[in-house]
C-alpha cells in the first residue's frame, strides 16, 4: 500500500520561504505522478504543481509560478516544494499526492498547513 506523509509546514512571514517534504512508501509505481494541492480556509482545493516520478517535465499554476519548485529525490522516495516569496494569499493545508493523473490521484497525505503572516 502505498502511503505519503507530508512535513515542513508552519508559520512564516511574508517573503519568507518554507520547503515541504513527502516522503513516501510502500512503492511508487516509476509511471505516477507526485502532485502538491492545497486548500485555503473556505475555498475548494486547488492543484499547485506536479512532478513525474520517474523524470519529466514539471508543471506548476500560475499562481505559483517562478515562487515555488517542486523536485523529487528517488533515492529516499521524497518530493519536496520549495516555497520563495510567501504571501498570505500561500496560506493553506498543503496536502501530497500520488497518481497515474494530475486529474485522478489515487494516493493523499493528511496535510501540513502553511500559515504566511502579512
Known amino acids: 500500500q502505498v502511503l505519503v506523509v507530508e512535513s515542513g509546514g508552519g508559520l512564516v512571514q511574508a517573503g519568507g520561504s518554507l520547503r515541504l517534504s513527502c516522503a513516501a512508501s510502500?512503492?511508487?509505481?516509476?509511471?505516477?505522478?507526485m502532485g502538491w494541492f492545497r486548500q485555503a480556509p473556505g475555498k475548494e482545493r486547488e492543484f499547485v504543481a506536479v512532478?513525474?516520478?520517474?523524470?519529466?517535465?514539471?508543471r506548476y499554476a500560475d499562481s505559483v509560478k517562478g515562487r515555488f519548485t517542486i523536485s523529487r529525490d528517488n533515492a529516499r522516495a521524497t518530493v519536496y516544494l520549495q516555497m520563495n516569496n510567501l504571501k498570505p494569499e500561500d496560506t493553506a493545508v498543503y496536502y501530497c499526492?500520488?497518481?497515474?493523473?494530475?486529474?485522478?490521484?489515487?494516493?493523499w497525505g493528511k496535510g501540513t498547513l502553511v500559515t504566511v503572516s502579512s
Open positions: 510502500g512503492g511508487i509505481y516509476s509511471n505516477y505522478v
Open positions: 512532478i513525474p516520478w520517474s523524470g519529466g517535465d514539471t
Open positions: 499526492a500520488a497518481g497515474y493523473e494530475i486529474r485522478n490521484m489515487n494516493v
